[in-house]
Structures are given as C-alpha cells and as structure tokens.
C-alpha cells in the first residue's frame, strides 16, 4: 500500500497544523487495533500515526511534498530523512540526504551569501607606445563599468517599500531541486529565481537600475603607468572594480599595458635592439657614428675592420627597469650597405680596389644590376 499521507488523514495538501491534528484524532481513534474491526487496522493506524508524524514536521513536510511518497518512504526505511539533524547515516550513503537537508533547510544556518561581499575585478586594456613606457606616462582611460545605483544606493528598491519573506524559497535565498535519473537522484541548489537570493520581496523595485542596485556608468580614470612597464604586465587600481555588495568593498580593475611596435626598437626585456646602416669605407677605416636612442641621440665608435651584422653594446641606454634603478642595454647591429648606384668616380676606384686585391670581376656591363638584384 502506498497511500499518500495526506489521503491517508483524509486532508487537502495545505491543511495546516490544527486541521492535521484533528484528522489525526479522529482516523486514530477509528483504526486503534484495541477498537476497530477493521482487519488492517494496525496497518492503517501506523500510516496515520506516521502520517502526522511526517506533515506535523515542516522539514520532513517540505521533504515529502518535494520527493513525492514512494521516494519519500524509501529515504526515510535507510533512515536518511533524519540524517540532517545529526542522527541517521552520518556522511555516507547514496543519496547525499544530508546535503538535502543543508540545502534546503541552511545546514548551520548559515546566510553568508546575504553577508557583504567584495565586487569583482574588471579587467581592461591600455595600449601605449614605447617611448611612454621608457619614460612612464598618466593616460587617461575611460571605462564603461557598474557602479552602485545612485538612487537606491545600491539596495534595488525604494528605502521605503515594504518587504515580505520569499515565499519561493522560504527566506533562503537558494532553491533546490531533486530529480530521479537512469544514474540515480541528482539535486541542484540554485539562486532563488523570485528574489535573486536575498530571501525577501520588496512591494516597489529601484526604477533607475529595475533592482539589479547596479547600473553602467561611463569613468574616466588617470592611470599612472610607471617607466619600464612591459608589454602583458596589469597594473592594479584598487576599489576601481564592481561595486560590492551588502555593504563589501568594490572590486579592482585591472588594467592590461600593451606596447605597440617601434619603427626602430625592437625590446628584449630591459634591453633593446636596433640596427643601423654604415657604409663599407666606413666598416673598412672605422669611424663614429651617431645613434638615436629613446633619451636622445649618442655618438658610437665604430672600430676598423667591423664585419657587417656586427654587434655593439651601449650600456645603460635600454629601457629602464621597472621599478628599480638602472636602465637595461641598447644594441647596436651594423649593417653594411651595398650602394645600387655609383658615380663614374666611385665605379673606377672600386675597380682599382678589387684588381689591386687580385681579384677578376667582369665588370664589362651589367654587373651593378646582377649585384642589385642579387640583394
Ligand atoms: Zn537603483
């Protein structure tokens, strides 16, 4: 037999307290073994008496209108319906009944989530160029961001509408649901859709943020970005972020620093690199030559003898290093520069200069194109 409760007392599924009593009353006194004649009078007085056990105990009711009887009664023949309240099948079993319990009842009771809480992070992007990194920079950067509703400072209603208990969720703000599966019951706790978690119903909503407490507002922040900075590093603004919430500080926001290319540096870490052009009577004789730098421009030496794709290292003219003194390096590869056209006095002293060193060119037509195309 597997007669609901509520028919088994003969009352509606939301008779209160004083009518369950009195269906109680009067089925106990007509199924009592002692004075009925009714050959299943001990089974029906036990469904009675177990009846207003169970819709007496507004747990154990809720519990019973959620899983249904049959689910009910084969929880409750493993003791689980108890184990919420310290006794039963301690932590193990199969169904995780006292996780039921926590979550729709509030475990310890614990209303945390209505506790104040920190606004998230926000993240943004700032791009800069390498000179402002070199020497670090204020920019000015405007966000769209939430901020707490100017208007209901952040509650979601008027400070005057009136307010009821979530009748949704009973005041706790989460909702869980029990479902039967091919893998077993599975149970989802979720934010109480009537009152977005806050376990209460205000009569009136915020008109300015329709009661989120937030709403997107246009900031514009100064951000100082220190010399040095690197490419993908976050500087953090503190209390920038979301606003918090139930009285919690706001967030942060972070903001990503990306540096555009240079047309002449090329960065490694504190270090930068640059190439420059020099020509071969230059690279043959030596010479000094000037170099841009992001802090001017520097005279450099260039020795005898230098080899084309030859390296120099100007020390302390790279980027300084982020928030410590010093600067990193600058190198400075040579390029020697192969003239695409020459004058008949150029072409005539270059001929003496190969056939001095021995060597045979065919120089008869032709050979300055084959070597600028060869490049
Ligand atoms: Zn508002």
Not at 126 to 147: N, S
Not at 338 to 361: C, K, M, V, Y
């Amino acid at each position: 037999m597997s007669e609901d409760f509520y028919s088994a007392l003969g009352v509606s599924r939301d008779a209160d307290e004083d009518e369950i009593k009195r269906a109680y009353r009067k089925k106990a006194a007509e199924y009592h073994p002692d004075v009925s004649d009714d050959p299943d009078a001990e089974e029906k007085f036990k469904t009675v008496q177990k009846a207003k056990e169970v819709l007496l105990d507004d747990e154990k009711r809720q519990m019973y209108d959620q899983m249904g009887h049959d689910r009910f009664e084969e929880a409750d023949k493993r003791g689980a319906t108890d184990a919420g309240r310290g006794g039963g099948m301690g932590g193990g079993g199969m169904g995780g009944m006292n996780d039921i319990f926590e979550q729709f009842f509030g475990g310890g009771g614990s209303r945390s989530r209505n506790g104040p809480r920190q606004g998230s992070d926000l993240k943004t992007r700032l791009r800069i160029d390498l000179e402002d990194a070199y020497e670090g920079v204020t920019k000015q950067l405007t966000i769209t961001r939430p901020e707490r509703c100017p208007d209901c400072d952040g509650a979601g209603h008027p400070p005057d509408a009136d307010s009821r208990t979530c009748s949704a969720c009973n005041g706790q703000g989460q909702q869980t649901t029990v479902q039967q599966t091919p893998l077993g019951r599975v149970q989802q706790t979720q934010t109480c859709s009537q009152c977005g978690g806050e376990g209460t119903i205000y009569s009136e909503t915020c008109s300015t943020c329709r009661g989120d407490g937030q709403v997107r507002n246009e900031a514009t922040l100064q951000v100082e970005v220190p010399g040095g900075i690197r490419s993908g590093q976050t500087l953090r603004m503190d209390g920038e972020g979301a606003p918090g919430e139930n009285g919690g500080p706001n967030g942060d926001l972070l903001v990503e620093i990306q540096i555009e290319e240079h047309e002449l540096f090329e960065r490694d870490g504190d270090d930068l690199r640059l190439r420059h052009p020099i020509s071969f009577p230059q690279a043959v004789f030596g010479d000094t030559v000037e170099i841009e730098t992001l802090d001017g421009s520097v005279e450099m030496d260039v020795p005898a003898g230098t080899q084309s794709g030859e390296t120099f290292r100007l020390r302390g003219k790279g980027m300084p290093r982020l928030r410590r003194r010093g600067h990193g390096d600058l190198y400075v590869q040579v390029r020697i520069v192969t003239p695409d056209s020459l004058n008949d006095e150029q072409r005539e002293a270059l001929e003496a200069f190969a056939e001095a060193g021995g060597e045979e060119i065919d120089v008869e037509k032709g050979f300055f194109e084959k070597l600028k195309r060869s490049f």
